[in-house]
């Protein structure tokens, strides 16, 4: 479950969530009945219906880098969505934006390609210049060498690389905040944890393996 309340459709007073509540739900309530047509709980939208503004904010984004005044080719624009959600470890952006990257033409190849992009050979100059520019920003934290930026503006204008780093970075924090708030796809457990040792034993294996040296010395 995520880890903040949902906000049920009978609690819903702007007319901005109830209108995209009936767009994406129908007449169900999303939380005694969640469900998107893309396979997703839907809970994103109802654990952000608890400030309205933000679910506002947030969802008119996606209008921006839909909008067709962008200048950045919409392919490059999901390699930059996707790698984010990948980079950040989010199941859920990585997942929704490898269909939308096969929305876009990319080939399965490709899709399939995102998580070892640097010894692909499936992508092209400019592909492997945003991926590269992709991890920078989310892996790196904007520190982007000028080799990268200069593979960059060998081939982008500098509106398309401003919308870039934008969307990008955008998506870099809706990846983060999904895993925070467990929406979504990411409502999974924590993987790194201690695994016990067998029997409860508790026999320190490096201190074993010193003695042994040791022994043999």
Not at 2 to 16: A, G, M, W
Not at 64 to 79: A, C, G, I, M, V
Not at 177 to 194: H, I, N, Q
Request: charged share 25%; glycine share 8%.
């Amino acid at each position: 479950m995520p880890r903040l309340r949902e906000i049920p459709r009978s609690e819903v007073t702007d007319d901005y969530v109830l209108g995209l509540y009936n767009i994406l739900f129908g007449d169900r309530d999303p939380v005694a009945e969640p469900g998107t047509a893309t396979g997703t709980p839907g809970n994103w939208w109802t654990v952000f219906a608890q400030v309205p503004d933000a679910f506002r904010h947030t969802s008119e984004g996606f209008g921006f880098y839909r909008s067709p005044d962008r200048k950045l080719d919409p392919k490059l624009r999901e390699l930059g969505q996707i790698r984010a959600g990948y980079a950040v470890g989010s199941q859920f952006v990585y997942s929704q934006h490898s269909k939308a990257m096969r929305f876009e033409g990319f080939s399965e190849e490709q899709v399939k390609a995102v998580p070892n992009w640097q010894v692909a050979d499936c992508f092209s100059d400019v592909e492997r210049a945003v991926l590269a520019y992709a991890d920078c920003l989310v892996l790196e934290r904007g520190r982007v060498p000028d080799g990268v930026f200069a593979a960059l503006k060998k081939h982008l204008g500098e509106v398309e690389i401003l919308e870039l780093t934008y969307i990008t970075c955008t998506y870099m924090m809706h990846a983060v905040m999904s895993r925070a708030l467990k929406l979504e796809f990411d409502d999974v457990p924590e993987r790194v944890v201690e695994v016990p040792a067998p029997d409860g034993t508790t026999a320190d294996v490096m201190g074993m393996v010193d003695k042994r040296n040791g022994a043999n010395q």
